[in-house]
């Protein structure tokens, strides 16, 4: 394994995202070493039975030592209290880098923490399923999938470079991007889909319930998937709202609007104005698709 990427990688979080880089970077070998950290101890076990890692902890702070490359791959409101942790021991010329769906609230909580000896470099890999845990991550997940790196002014280009090597060993394709642009982009399509699909799913859930049984017998596609997005792991949505909420409100009074626009459509018959709209969405379908991002 001499010409892995990195001698030792530290995933702390060993969910969904961390234990697909985990399998991805054992089949590509990106890595002699991969130390895992997790504050459950249910998560260490599962990875553990799933030979995901070379060393398994509770404590961050003695994953990360020696370690070349660190990602965490926890909740982004967890960050502060991990980087307080690591900080001091983690190895000079080390890169760290993590897969939150939002980046200048990284950039804000673990910034100031890390000691200028280290590489930080934010990241977040455009792929999941509504899935957590260990065991639902796989090798796959990241291919033709978007890696966006979020590179500060000043980063070691050498650095960003064997970062986004990693990645692209993964299968992903690297964009680099401001994190403010980042935040804004992922609002509109990330960040408010989520919310919709909550917003939708919750309102079912508040029917009365011989309504609410015919809702879940007679789903529709569209509802189907509007459920599968509103599984997806509440605690990490929380923090992305609240790290995120002056885009995400951006993007929400701009959606209001259209609503609302769209509401008095119906409302008055306006059938031309409504099939220019449907006409309009619909190209971005195909364009998505064009994109192999489908």
Request: one cysteine or more; a negative charge.
């Amino acid at each position: 394994m001499s010409d892995a990427l990195f001698d030792k990688l530290c995933l702390i979080g060993i969910g969904l995202i961390g234990s697909s880089i985990a399998r991805g970077a054992r089949r590509h070998n990106l890595a002699k070493a991969i130390a895992i950290a997790d504050s459950s101890y249910e998560a260490r076990k599962d990875a553990e039975a799933l030979q995901l890692g070379d060393l398994y902890d509770a404590d961050p702070a003695a994953a990360v030592q020696g370690a070349d490359l660190v990602i965490i791959c926890a909740p982004v409101g967890a960050y502060a209290e991990i980087g307080q942790a690591i900080a001091p021991h983690l190895k000079p010329g080390a890169i760290l880098s993590d897969v939150g769906s939002v980046k200048q609230a990284v950039v804000r909580d673990l910034g100031p923490l890390l000691p200028d000896h280290v590489h930080f470099i934010p990241g977040h890999p455009v792929a999941g399923t509504e899935h957590s845990g260990p065991k639902a991550g796989f090798a796959e997940l990241f291919e033709g999938r978007w890696q966006i790196l979020t590179p500060l002014p000043g980063a070691d280009q050498a650095a960003v470079e064997k970062l986004a090597a990693f990645w692209r060993g993964l299968g992903s394709n690297v964009e680099i991007m401001e994190p403010s642009h980042h935040d804004q982009v992922l609002a509109i399509t990330s960040h408010l889909p989520h919310l919709i699909a909550y917003t939708i799913v919750g309102t079912a859930t508040g029917l009365e319930d011989s309504t609410q049984r015919e809702v879940i017998k007679f789903s529709a596609s569209g509802f189907r998937d509007f459920t599968r997005i509103a599984a997806s792991n509440p605690i990490m949505w929380r923090d992305i709202f609240l790290n995120n909420r002056e885009a995400v409100l951006e993007m929400l009074g701009r959606f209001s609007e259209d609503l609302t626009a769209l509401q008095r459509a119906i409302r008055w018959g306006e059938g031309e104005k409504l099939e220019d709209w449907f006409t309009r969405t619909r190209a971005i379908r195909r364009s998505i698709i064009d994109a192999k991002q489908a």
